[in-house]
């Protein structure tokens, strides 16, 4: 089955900690995206990638980072630099086919929690 | 630019309608609508594209108004199902963001037996 994956589902770490969180599809999805989302907040966007090899930030990027070294796989690691990194965390991706902005799927979410 | 939504909150008996709004500051191309369960990710509903179309899906349809620069979502005849947060989603056409989407804050929906 074709879909997002996103783990651990659950993540508690130490505050000052960096973590990693995973994302993989197997969509052939061309553009792959981060989300973090709070109570009340929606869905705010942290970064984005639209080819391999590059990605762009997005409103709210200080104190993580990415990498997209491959086209299925797009980790984000939380720096010990987010002041509040407890929240749901959401990848998603979309097959970018150059014409408006395209349907995005999403993973199942990590929920971050940092104690 | 955030595009903002009302009401953020509705209840309502099964068999009832709703009306969730969604108003932008800019000009839109696209408005795409989710759905959320607690705890789950957003499933895609629909997009609506520019030119004022309106799209259905089962008895959940919205339209799309780009002089008001607004979408609606309408649900009717909703069932317990329904129930979830109701996000809307506008594309961003500036700078470099062509193509992404900025999310409203959503509207909780919980639909009574």
């Known amino acids: 089955d074709g879909g997002i994956t996103q783990s651990p589902k659950y993540l508690f770490r130490k505050e000052g900690q960096n973590v990693t969180l995973s994302c993989e599809q197997n969509?052939?999805?061309?553009?792959m995206y981060w989300y973090r989302q709070d109570p009340g907040q929606g869905l705010r966007l942290i970064y984005y990638?639209?080819?391999?090899?590059?990605?762009q930030k997005g409103d709210i990027a200080e104190g993580y980072s990415v990498s997209r070294e491959k086209k299925e796989s797009f980790p984000l690691t939380v720096t010990s630099a987010q002041k509040n990194p407890t929240a749901f965390y959401l990848c998603?991706?979309?097959?970018?086919?150059?014409?408006?902005?395209?349907?995005?799927?999403f993973g199942p979410g990590t929920r971050l929690t940092v104690l | 630019q955030q595009p903002v939504q009302s009401p953020q909150a509705v209840i309502l008996r099964e068999g009832e309608d709703a009306v969730i709004n969604c108003s932008s500051s800019?000009?839109?191309?696209?408005v795409h609508w989710y759905r959320q369960k607690h705890g789950e990710a957003p499933v895609f509903l629909m997009i609506?594209?520019?030119?004022?179309e309106q799209k259905g899906h089962e008895k959940i349809s919205a339209s799309f108004n780009e002089k008001k620069q607004q979408s609606s979502l309408y649900l009717t005849a909703s069932q317990l199902s329904y129930s979830g947060t109701y996000f809307c989603g506008t594309e961003r056409n500036y700078g470099g963001s062509q193509g992404n989407l900025i999310f409203g804050k959503g509207t909780k929906l919980s639909v009574k037996p």
């Open positions: 969509l052939n999805h061309d553009a």
């Open positions: 998603a991706s979309s097959p970018r086919t150059g014409r408006v902005a395209d349907t995005q799927y």
């Open positions: 800019k000009a839109l191309y696209s």
């Open positions: 609506l594209l520019k030119g004022g």
């Open positions: 990638s639209q080819i391999v090899n590059d990605f």
